[in-house]
Structure formats: structure tokens, C-alpha cells
């Protein structure tokens, strides 16, 4: 059996399937956590990767490997190759105040939309290196080359700087549309072009990795890219679904056979890893709204669940706006989150229980209708579709039925499937059997997100 190896490097931790390359069927698996943090030095992301390498078995018998990894985040490296100081992470807000700046010099939102696609805000790579160059000026001074996280992997694994279309979208100074940096972008923003990753095509080969394997030869590196096209990859998603992500961000995505450019700046028009596009919205606060209820209530995750179940459609009146981490879209660097309708009834641990599931539901909604898109499927994936609460309060949420791919970790399994076709050769990436799905429905509550859209407007 030919085995390939795909690896989610995200911002809780990394993840590593081992498939057969055939059918794709999981033969093994590991993960090792990642620091906290919106910044990290780039050393303990290859520490995790090592250590979940070894907890899914190494490499035996794997013949190509490929990382996915978070989106945008800012890694300097020196003349010699050295990270310059700890990565900005694609959640680290204090570039907001750049982004801002960066937006009025090019002329405007419409002016960035036309160049690369997207709009920047803080989490992406160009606003981090305007940061760099007003703030550290001997860092941006020491930087001779920048990268991605999932490039700096595959860098450290191969040899090779490289990137591929998906990553390379989120940086602000590549252009989707005409698939070329913007280096008159980074030379603006950052007052100099360092050395950037060659952009790969979905089939190239991104180097290999020497590594002993009772005599067989290196392991091929397929180009890897950003952990949200490569989960488009690993759910099969096509034109026509709109993926819905519940992990550490939140985000609603659908793969496009042309660019995008939203000049209100909800959508970042991204490119996929195929040779398609992957127009995305994405916020900062997702599953660790969850986890922060179920710190506050001293309960686990399942737990917490239940108990938002237990309590009525609508929390009595009780609404969470759940911006903990500032927000992304909409675009509130510094906002906090709320509770709304506090009252003698609301105050239990059911309605508060409640409040988070649909808070952060209702977000995810804002985002989901910010594609402007009606798709025959939506597909919930992501750490956060494993609640049952989750799973069964989406549909009367999204006011549509929602499809649960079998739970799995369908950026590592998107990274996989491109180490196959990069084995297979081939126009498209190979068939790959799927797991089953589950498709959940209820009736939909638009009274309850007419509630949540008051209190997030402050009305
Ligand atoms: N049973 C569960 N119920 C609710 N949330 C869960 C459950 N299992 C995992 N999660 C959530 O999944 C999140 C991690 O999701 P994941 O997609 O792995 O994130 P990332 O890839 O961004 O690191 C955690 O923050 C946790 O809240
Ligand atoms: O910034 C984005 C997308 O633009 C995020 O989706 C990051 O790519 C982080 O992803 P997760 O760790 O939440 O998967």
C-alpha cells in the first residue's frame, strides 16, 4: 500500500493523517498541541509537527507528504535563515492600526479589492510587515526573507522556499487574479521586497524530505498551502457548498471557478489549491467562545452542550455577542464580547449555555450571508461541529439544513489528498471514498438572530 502523509499545522495544534494514497483510507494519526498565543516562535510549531509525526507512527511507507497550515501569519527570516523574532499570528491584532493606514494610501478599499482580491485587515501578512517596519525597525531591517507558516515548514522539511496560489492569496501583495506578487504593494508597505517563496502550481513538487526508510528513496513534498483550502480539498468541496469551519476561527467558504474582489471587505477573494478560488469570510471568535463558556460554567465541552440544549430556543431573551478576541469581520480590532437580557430567569447555567452555542452561531450566520451566496449544500466542519448543540441548533440559525461530514480532520486530509496527486499526476486530485454524512434540519428561529443582530448593533 502507497501511503501519503498530510499535516494541519493550525493554531491550536498539529494534526498528522496517514492515508492510503489509493483510496484514502485513514491507516493512522497523531497531534501535539501549540503554544497559546498570538505570537510563537516558529521552532514550536516544528516541535509539535516531530512529535505528532511520531505519534501517528512516522513516515514508514509514506511516499509523499504535504502541510497545511494557518493562514497569514508573519514569518522574517535573516540573511542566514534564522527567524528574525516570533511570528504574528493571523489573530494578532496590533496591526489594525496599519491596516487602516495601508487602506487609505492605496486609495481606498475598491483600490485593494482590484489589486489582490481582498481588503486588509489585521490578520493579514502585508499590515504585520508595515507593523514590523514602524515598530521594530531593526527586525525589518534584519529581514531578508518572509514566509507563511506552512511555507516555513516546508522550507524546514525540504529544502525548498516555496508557496503555493491558496497561502499566498492570504498575503495581501499576491494577486489572485493575475496569479503575480504585488512586490509595488510590499515595497509601499514595508519599504523594501525581501525574499519571497516561489509560487507553486497544485501539481508541483515542493522538494523532498531525506529521511532513513529502510532504503527507499526521500519522501516527495507536495506545496502544501492554507489550512482553509486545503479543508476545501479534504471535504471535496465543489462549486455549489458553502463550507462552514468552526475552529479556532470561524469561516464560511465556497470554491469558485472565478476571482473575487469584495470592496466592503467582508469577503477575501482567496485562491484554492486546485486552480480554482475560495472567496472566504472569516472571524477571529469561534470555538473558543465555546471553550471560554464552558470555563466560566466549570463544565467540559460535552457537558456544556447538554446543558444548552436543556434550555429554550431563544435563552429566554439572554444573547451573547460573542466578540472575546476583538473581531475580524466586522472589522472591530478592539471589540469585547456582551451578554444581553440578563434576568433572575436567564441567569442559569442552561440559558447562559445556550446564549454561546447560538451567539456564536448567529456570527457564524452573519458570516455565511456575507458570501451573498444561496448553495445547494452547507457543510459544517471543524472542531466546534462535533457538539450535538452545535450540530442541532445550526439549522433553525442558518434557517436551511446543514450537512455533517463524518467528524475528522479534513485540513490534514486535504493536505494528504494533494500529497496524492502529486503522485497520481493527473488534471484533477484523486477520488477519494468519503465517510458518511449527517444532515440535520429544524425549524428556523429568525427571532432569535433578529435579537442577536439588536444587541450586536447596540440598538
Ligand atoms: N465535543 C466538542 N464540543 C464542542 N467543541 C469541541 C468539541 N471537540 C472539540 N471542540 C472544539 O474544537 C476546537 C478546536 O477545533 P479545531 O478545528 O481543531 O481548531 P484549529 O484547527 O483551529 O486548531 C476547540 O477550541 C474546541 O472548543
Ligand atoms: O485567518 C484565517 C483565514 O483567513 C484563519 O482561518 C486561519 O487560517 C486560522 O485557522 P484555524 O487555526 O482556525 O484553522
Not at 220 to 244: E, H, K
Request: aromatic share 6%.
Amino acid at each position: 500500500m502507497t501511503l501519503v502523509a498530510g499535516v494541519d499545522s493550525s493554531t491550536q495544534s498539529c494534526k498528522v493523517v496517514i492515508r492510503d494514497a489509493e483510496t484514502g483510507a485513514l491507516v493512522r494519526q497523531g497531534r501535539a498541541a501549540h503554544p497559546d498565543g498570538t505570537e510563537v516562535d516558529p521552532a514550536a510549531w516544528w516541535t509539535a509537527l516531530q512529535e505528532a509525526l511520531a505519534r501517528a507512527g512516522g513516515l514508514d511507507g509514506v511516499e509523499a507528504m504535504s502541510v497545511g497550515a494557518q493562514q497569514h501569519g508573519m514569518v522574517c527570516l535573516d540573511e542566514s535563515g534564522a527567524v528574525v523574532r516570533d511570528a504574528l499570528l493571523w489573530n494578532d491584532t496590533r496591526s489594525a492600526g496599519a491596516a487602516r493606514d495601508l487602506v487609505e494610501e492605496l486609495g481606498g478599499p475598491l483600490r485593494w479589492a482590484e489589486a489582490v482580491g481582498s481588503v486588509p485587515v489585521a490578520s493579514f501578512t502585508v499590515t504585520k510587515l508595515r507593523w514590523l517596519a514602524e515598530h521594530e525597525p531593526g527586525n525589518a531591517r534584519r529581514t531578508a526573507r518572509v514566509c507563511l507558516p506552512h511555507d516555513w515548514l516546508t522550507w524546514r522539511l525540504g529544502g525548498e522556499f516555496v508557496t503555493d496560489r491558496g497561502d499566498a492569496s492570504g498575503t495581501g501583495y499576491w494577486s489572485p487574479a493575475t496569479g503575480s506578487y504585488r512586490t509595488d504593494i510590499l515595497k509601499a508597505a514595508f519599504g523594501a521586497v525581501p525574499g519571497l517563496p516561489r509560487v507553486l502550481g497544485p501539481r508541483d513538487q515542493a522538494g523532498e524530505l531525506d529521511v532513513p526508510r529502510g532504503g527507499r528513496g526521500p519522501v516527495r513534498l507536495a506545496p502544501g498551502t492554507g489550512d482553509n483550502m486545503a479543508a476545501a480539498l479534504g471535504v471535496g468541496a465543489v462549486p455549489g457548498d458553502v463550507v462552514v469551519s468552526l475552529g479556532t476561527s470561524g469561516t464560511a467558504f465556497a470554491v469558485a471557478d472565478v476571482p473575487s474582489a469584495d470592496p466592503s471587505g467582508a469577503v477575501a477573494g482567496f485562491a484554492d489549491a486546485t486552480e480554482r478560488f475560495l472567496p472566504l469570510v472569516c472571524t477571529l471568535n469561534a470555538t473558543r467562545v465555546l471553550d471560554a463558556a464552558a470555563r466560566l460554567l466549570g463544565v467540559d465541552l460535552d457537558r456544556l452542550g447538554r446543558l444548552a440544549l436543556e434550555a429554550p430556543a431563544g435563552a429566554g431573551g439572554l444573547v451573547c455577542v460573542p466578540y472575546l478576541e476583538g473581531e475580524r469581520t466586522p472589522n472591530l480590532p478592539d471589540a469585547t464580547g456582551s451578554l444581553h437580557g440578563l434576568t433572575l430567569g436567564t441567569s442559569t447555567p442552561a440559558h447562559l449555555a445556550r446564549a454561546a452555542v447560538e451567539g456564536l452561531l448567529c456570527h457564524m450566520a452573519d458570516a455565511f450571508d456575507a458570501l451573498g451566496l444561496d448553495p445547494a449544500r452547507v457543510l459544517l466542519i471543524g472542531g466546534g461541529a462535533r457538539s450535538e448543540a452545535v450540530r442541532r441548533i445550526a439549522p433553525a440559525i442558518f434557517g436551511r439544513p446543514v450537512v455533517v461530514p463524518e467528524p475528522g480532520e479534513y485540513v490534514a486530509d486535504g493536505a494528504a489528498r494533494q500529497a496524492a496527486w502529486l503522485l497520481g499526476g493527473g488534471a484533477e486530485p484523486p477520488v477519494w471514498e468519503r465517510g458518511g454524512t449527517e444532515r440535520f434540519e429544524a425549524d428556523a428561529t429568525p427571532d432569535v438572530r433578529a435579537r442577536y443582530a439588536e444587541a450586536r448593533d447596540g440598538r
